[in-house]
């Protein structure tokens, strides 16, 4: 039954490397692979927090866990780090959100948080499908080209591995924004005019990250990859430009020439060319299309190669990275798009994104147990959602008809199921009837908004 999902790429990968002893299909690690542990909705909690306990996830989060804890025998123990710290990020961008109420800075936009949250659990649901074929890659390597076992309960260990992957993590963030093909993944990140923790979930890398609140960390300044630090990496200003590319440690940057302090002007978040649209599915594309573009309109192969292997701002004839000069000068006071939902439109989106994400916990965690059809269902659900809530901050105007076929897709797919004794697997039973009525009270809205509109447009 478990192994079901992984047919998808026609394979099954089998794990026999010393140390990753395991049945073939466990792909998923422990805290993963225990849909059948989950508690039965002991409390209110549980469908969010799974099998972590609360004091755990938050030592988690602020990096408090020691190498003992933190060290594993076999692949099957490691916990899912990223999805078990999903409540936690949420609960840490409320407590920010909160925080800058009382401190009268801006809040987060709901626009923006909503895009930047949809990319997080995008790429989270692309590796439930990449995630197979990457581990057997992981396990080909392994199993062909190891060198030496290092002990894995030896803390020294983990220390170096600690050293080791963020070294590896410099490099792959600097060919991130240095190489044009791997910009058009990594400017997904970059794509946010905000710089808070929701900018952190447009990534799937999870940094030592603290919003735009902290102004410096003292001399800390000099080892780590501060807020302040950070702060630069996402600016605009062409002072920001392919700096400060460190992922915990800041010390990779001072040594192969790429740091740059942070200064008195002030920065514009955000890409040289803003993206204005809160579509998420179109914030992942819109850069590919833009190589797709300039790739058949440059004469020349050697050119064209270049399109793809430069950097993003290299045209003909310029230095590998494009020309500083060419940097559009920030202008201030700095715009930023904004088209956004009245009160009662942000309450909607509200209401319906809470049930999508616990929807994709559930999906999550359970996944293993569901048909192919099943996950593929319920992922291409979840893509129409997003892009549809995207479609109405962006006031288009076929979002209200969207948003209405949606609703009643659930309706229908529901009735359907429920007909033929059949659960989705991603709703929680205690939940569902508040959740038919919040679809069934949209769907009603929906019909009656576009009635609205409609006679007003038959009136002009
Ligand atoms: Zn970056
Ligand atoms: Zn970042």
Redesign the pocket.
């Known amino acids: 039954m478990k192994v079901a999902f992984l047919d998808v790429l026609g394979h099954k990968a089998k794990l026999n490397s010393p140390g990753m002893e395991s049945t073939s299909h466990s792909f998923v690690p422990a805290g993963l692979a225990s849909e059948l542990t989950i508690p039965k909705y002991k409390n209110w909690l549980a469908p969010l927090l799974g099998n972590l306990s609360f004091t755990q996830g938050v030592r988690r989060f602020l990096y408090a866990v020691r190498p003992e804890e933190a060290s594993f025998a076999k692949l099957d123990d490691v916990p899912d780090y990223l999805n078990e710290a999903v409540p936690f990020f949420l609960g840490a961008i409320a407590l920010e959100y909160i925080l800058a109420f009382l401190t009268r800075l801006p809040p987060a936009r709901l626009n923006d948080a909503f895009s930047s949250i949809a990319a997080g659990t995008l790429s989270q649901l692309s590796k439930i499908i990449i995630l197979s074929a990457e581990l057997a890659l992981y396990v080909f390597i392994f199993d062909n080209f190891n060198l030496i076992t290092l002990p894995w309960d030896y803390p020294g260990t983990w220390y170096f591995c600690f050293i080791g992957v963020d070294f590896i993590y410099y490099w792959f ?1 600097r060919a ?2 240095e190489i044009n093909i791997m910009w058009a993944a ?1 400017q997904v ?2 794509s946010s005019e905000e710089y808070n923790l929701t900018t952190a979930l447009r990534q799937s890398v999870v940094q030592n990250y603290t919003s735009a609140i902290v102004r410096s960390l003292g001399p800390l300044e000099y080892i780590l990859n501060t807020p302040s630090h950070h702060r630069v ?1 996402h600016g605009r200003n062409p002072y920001c430009i392919d700096k400060n ?1 460190g992922g915990t440690l800041i010390i990779w940057d001072r040594m192969f020439g790429t740091f740059q302090a942070e200064t008195d002007e002030e920065i514009a978040y955000g890409l040289v060319h803003p993206l204005a649209s809160w579509d998420p599915i179109w914030t992942q594309l819109c850069h590919f299309c833009h190589i797709w573009k300039t790739f058949w309109e440059t004469p020349g192969l050697k050119d064209k190669l270049a399109v793809l292997f430069k950097g993003p701002g290299w045209t003909p004839g310029k230095p590998r990275l494009g020309d500083p000069a060419d940097l559009p000068e920030i202008e201030y006071p700095i715009q930023k798009y904004d088209s956004s939902l009245s009160f009662w439109g942000n309450i909607y989106v509200l209401v319906h994104f809470a049930v999508t994400i616990v929807a994709y916990q559930l999906l999550i965690a359970r996944r293993m147990s569901m048909s192919q059809l099943h996950v593929l269902g319920v992922i291409s659900y979840f893509l129409f959602t997003i892009s549809s809530v995207g479609a109405l901050f962006d006031n288009k105007w076929y979002a209200p008809y969207m948003e209405l076929f949606r609703c009643l897709l659930f309706l229908i797919v529901d009735l359907v199921l429920s007909s033929q004794n059949l659960d989705t697997g991603v709703l929680p039973t205690a939940y569902i009837g508040v959740i038919r009525g919040i679809f069934i009270a949209s769907a009603f809205l929906w019909i009656i908004g576009s009635l609205v509109t409609k006679s007003k447009l038959k009136i002009q």
Do not use: L
């Open positions: 963030h991130a924004h990594h990140h970059h990496h590319y």
